[in-house]
């Protein structure tokens, strides 16, 4: 079993950045892959970032990449989603999600992959 918390969310101007983070509790970080999605108000959960449990591999949603970076401490049980150049359509509730185990570099995209769920930070961008 393994808790998440994530943190980090808040008001920003379109063209700005924010750091969220996801506090894990529970042994074994370490071997938990590790997933960021989003749901903005009306649409779908979706997928936004997401990193092995080794670190050796990410991917990124084609509508962040090159705009967002995930990463990971072991050491503090964090994993973190760095946003930068944000967009009024990155206004979303943005959740962090964790599996054990997996492949050492092919991260896991879709939602149902993944067994554990924070409660989610609200991010807003305004334009």
């Known amino acids: 079993q393994v808790q998440l918390v994530e943190s980090g969310g808040g008001l920003v101007q379109a063209g700005g950045s924010l750091r969220l983070s996801c506090a894990a509790s529970g042994r074994s970080f370490a071997t938990y892959a590790m997933g960021w999605f989003r749901q903005a108000p009306g649409k779908e959960r979706e997928f936004v970032a997401a990193i092995t449990w080794s670190g050796g591999g990410t991917s990124y949603a084609d509508s962040v990449k090159g705009r967002f970076t995930i990463s990971r401490d072991n050491a503090k049980n964090t994993v973190y989603l760095q946003m930068s150049s944000l967009k009024p359509e990155d206004t979303a509730v943005y959740l962090c999600?964790?599996?054990?185990?997996?492949?050492?570099?092919?991260?896991?995209?879709?939602?149902?992959?993944?067994?554990?769920w924070g409660q989610g930070t609200q991010v807003t961008v305004s334009s």
């Open positions: 999600a964790a599996v054990l185990g997996g492949s050492y570099y092919v991260t896991r995209r879709t939602g149902y992959e993944y067994d554990f």
